[in-house]
């Protein structure tokens, strides 16, 4: 079974800083990888959207990459804001479709 | 409205109430998921529903029975529920086949 593992659990930076979210996967058969942002208590907003042919993907101030072979992808937030703050899950797409495996997120708080 | 829609957004129910989640999608997909969301635990698929027809039961308690009538709509009836249910449960929708997908709001189900 798909084991989706996202290191670390909670970061803090100031505001203004560059930083890595890191999420590795134990299948590399994969469909597609999704990053989300999940505010408190509220439902997942997707950010970015990695098909298992790409390598990355940017929307704004975030970059998202994927290694398939190796089961690992980063998102890459650039110029951190207070806003940004939120828990980032990323969940990976079995090749069977219609399966998402999720990891437990990074709680990252900004600080102004 | 747009997006994903879940009502209701709180609920409290005792453990012999019976009561359903409703979960409404806009934006024309042929798939929609119920997932759970425990603390500090990933989000679990609990069901897939693609063109009307459930094709995902990751062996889910028979006191969660789903429903969906229609490719816009899914309904989570619950009864006799236990404590441990206590938890956020969000509807996600996609195309059908696998690809990007699209969470509601959640609702906060506690129960007594």
């Known amino acids: 079974k798909q084991e989706v593992t996202q290191i670390p659990a909670a970061l803090s930076v100031p505001e203004g800083e560059n930083l890595v979210l890191n999420c590795s996967f134990t299948?590399?058969?994969?469909?597609?990888l999704q990053w989300f942002r999940q505010d408190p208590g509220k439902g997942l907003t997707s950010l970015l959207l990695?098909?298992?042919?790409?390598r990355e993907q940017t929307s704004g101030r975030l970059n998202a990459s994927l290694d398939k072979s190796s089961g690992r992808s980063t998102l890459y937030i650039a110029a951190s804001q207070p806003g940004d703050s939120a828990t980032y899950l990323c969940?990976?797409?079995?090749?069977?479709?219609?399966?998402?495996?999720f990891g437990t997120g990074t709680r990252l708080t900004v600080i102004p | 409205e747009t997006g994903v829609t879940q009502t209701p957004r709180h609920l409290v129910m005792g453990m012999t109430n019976k009561k359903s989640l409703k979960c409404e999608q806009h934006?024309?997909?042929?798939?929609m998921y119920w997932y759970k969301q425990s603390a500090k635990k990933p989000l679990e698929l609990m069901f897939v529903?693609?063109?009307?027809?459930?094709?995902e039961n990751n062996s889910v308690p028979s006191r969660f029975s789903p429903e969906c009538p229609n490719s816009s709509h899914l309904f989570l009836h619950l009864h006799t529920l236990q404590p441990e249910d206590s938890a956020l449960y969000l509807c996600?929708?996609?195309?059908?086949?696998?690809?990007?997908?699209?969470f509601g709001p959640g609702t906060r189900l506690t129960v007594t």
């Open positions: 996600a929708s996609s195309q059908a086949g696998g690809g990007e997908q699209y």
């Open positions: 299948d590399s058969a994969i469909y597609n």
């Open positions: 990695i098909q298992s042919s790409q």
């Open positions: 969940a990976v797409e079995g090749t069977g479709a219609n399966n998402l495996f």
């Open positions: 934006l024309g997909h042929n798939a």
């Open positions: 529903y693609s063109l009307e027809e459930r094709v």
